[in-house]
């Protein structure tokens, strides 16, 4: 889920309309918006411009808050689906996002694929959803992957954002994609063995890219951004593959790619040139999120708690985005979000957007969970003197969320 990607595409499509191309800096969260618009949508996440990562933050930030128990604020998700365009994509950037879209509105697929995540999560969006999916389906290359934009080459970014908002929406996960992906798994030997290039260069090679590596665990794996941790065991080292691997070999090697990209610091580091290299916390929370994906809770556990020690800060400059994917990390390793690191990111989350229609607080919750547990535990035993207790109590455990 690479937000520096997206930031470049972001501004190429920029300059392609003839928009003003502002600075690329670390990640598309961390660079405020070149412009701030007078009023901003009442239902929008953020502080900054929507006209550049609008939809990108939006779907992220509910499918954060669908994903902790929260139901987000009508408005809000009326705003995300009223951005779609009538052809059913959506755009990285939109010089004028309170109208519809032009000819020459850039559409992409990761923004496209990241609002079907969201409202296929949120229910209710069948015609939207439905819509979206069939673009998506249509921009499908040749090779069984996709690009960024209509006709661009296939990338393991876009064809794993794409090869998960499938399976959100219910379909099996995709096995072309799957493929393709495999053949872009670098050989273990090489540098980098594991990992997964962004792209092949133009004679064939492969290079090691950890924030396509992380992306690429997911899309092999058929899941997207929100997921559980897989039953596999951890992945130390990488194993060498056969001549057509298994999806779980492929995600294998590259969870121990990033396990020992992230071993010595806690942290993958963002390189630009002409800078000196950085903490880049969103990829590592996407590092997260893949390892733990894949059943290498262990090897996750590193560089989770640099980041609960580390990114809170990060979070709050960056905005909506920032949160979500911090938020997708803990629920990713069965963490407690509303306790990461002392901050509390569900509520972190909801301060940059409209009031949700309705939410569970943490303290609260487990509060209100705990005193019913009792009472019931003191109905049950005077009613039915201790017979058949532990089935009462069976039942209960099954009923909590």
Known sequence: MTVLRRSAAVLAAAAVIGAATPAV???????????????????????????????????????????????????????LTGQQCANGAYAAFRAQPDAACGAKVPVDTNSTAA??????????????VGKALTWLKAQRNKDGGWGYTPGSPSDTNSTAVVAGALTAAGESPDKAAGDLLATWSVPCGKDGGGALAYQPDKKGGLAANADATAAGVLGVLGKGFVTTAGMAADAPACARLGGSPAPADVARNGAAYLAQATHAKGYLLSALAGAKAQPDYGNTADAVVAMAAQGSTGSA??????????????????????????????????????????????????????????????????????????????????????????FLLSGRRKRQP
């Open 25 to 79: 800096t670390a990640t598309a969260a961390d660079s405020p918006s070149p412009s701030a618009s007078a009023v901003l949508p009442s239902g929008l996440f953020g502080r900054t411009d929507p006209q550049y990562d609008g939809v990108w933050r939006q779907s992220l930030a509910l499918l954060a808050q669908h994903t902790v128990g929260v139901t987000p604020a009508a408005k809000a998700v009326d705003w």
């Open 115 to 128: 609002a079907v995540q969201a409202l296929t999560a949120l229910g209710g969006h069948d015609d939207a």
């Open 301 to 390: 556990q590193r560089p989770y708690a640099w980041l609960e020690a580390h990114a809170a800060p990060w979070a709050k400059q960056s905005g909506p985005a920032a949160w979500a994917e911090l938020i997708f990390a803990a629920h990713a390793m069965g963490a407690d979000p509303r306790d990461f690191g002392g901050t509390d990111l569900v509520a972190a989350l909801a301060a940059t957007g409209p009031a949700p229609a309705a939410a569970r607080t943490g303290e609260k919750a487990e509060k209100k969970k705990s005193s019913g547990a009792g009472l019931w535990w003191i109905v049950g035993t005077g009613l039915v003197a201790g017979v058949g207790i532990g």
